[in-house]
């Protein structure tokens, strides 16, 4: 293999590892494309690439390379740290292999917060939600359980099952047992706020966004697939509240 050769190897690899990094970690459409023609660019190189939610090919010249995206989560840091990385290597501060070196080290790092800050984090959100939308202030306790205890189910079916929606719904359901228990004891007053409040860590608000985002900007097929999938969400968290408010 010539030293070209192995240049564009290298070009291959590290574009296509900051756009899987950028797409698992919940990036819109034409960021993930912008980023690496800009990464491309830096090292006096054309490429052509084609982006999904679920994989990327990336084409230079006679080279072509293909990588799925697996996983879809959102992490803003990760992408801020990809974006971080492009832009030193865009003003040639670092080389092409230490952006890869880096882009290597954030793949590897998880950057989120230990389980029991998330729960926590969940549980006073969901109080705020509460206050937010005019809920009564004797409503906080029971917002703030369901809301922490909703998001702790969620993150135990996530690794014990792995499937999204399926956890999304046991945490809804949760909830809303959890919100009924509250105002059957007399604990609580007002079911519909209790529910609303506590779910709202589990809204993918940021895909909606991006799926809107990625349509306006004329990627069609990310924009709908993205749609489809926070409509799926929705409708998992919907049908978790509706099962205990059928059933009670």
């Known amino acids: 293999m010539t030293q070209k050769e192995q240049n564009d190897e290298l070009v291959l690899d590290c574009l296509l590892l900051a756009g899987q990094i950028m797409m698992e970690s919940g990036a819109e459409t034409y960021r993930v494309e912008d980023t690496m023609l800009r990464m491309a660019r830096s090292q ?7 982006v999904t939610p679920t994989g990327i090919i990336l084409s230079l010249g006679k080279h072509t390379k293909i990588t799925s995206i697996t996983t879809r989560i959102t ?16 003003l040639q501060i670092i080389s092409l292999e230490q952006a890869y070196y880096e882009l290597r080290l954030v793949q590897k790092t998880n950057y989120f917060l230990p389980n029991w800050l998330q729960v926590l984090m969940s549980a006073i959100s969901s109080t705020c939600f509460l206050i937010l939308f005019q809920g009564d202030w004797i409503d906080m306790p029971a917002a703030f359980i369901a ?7 969620f993150l135990i079916s996530q690794q014990l099952t792995r499937v999204k929606y399926f956890s999304e719904f046991i945490s809804s359901l949760t909830i809303a047992i959890i919100a009924f228990c509250a105002v059957w004891f007399d604990v609580g007053q007002e079911f519909d706020k209790i529910v609303i409040s506590a779910v709202m860590p589990l809204v993918p608000g940021v895909l909606i966004t991006n799926a809107v985002r990625d349509m306006m900007a004329g990627h069609l ?10 409509l799926l969400t929705a409708s998992a968290i919907g049908s978790g509240v509706a099962v205990v408010v059928a059933f009670f």
């Open 44 to 50: 006096n190189i054309d490429t052509q690439s084609y």
């Open 75 to 90: 992490d803003l840091h990760k992408i801020a740290k990809v974006n971080n990385i492009s832009r030193k290597l865009t």
């Open 147 to 153: 809301g922490g205890f909703g998001y702790l189910i």
């Open 221 to 230: 097929t990310a924009g709908i697939a993205k749609g489809t999938e926070a």
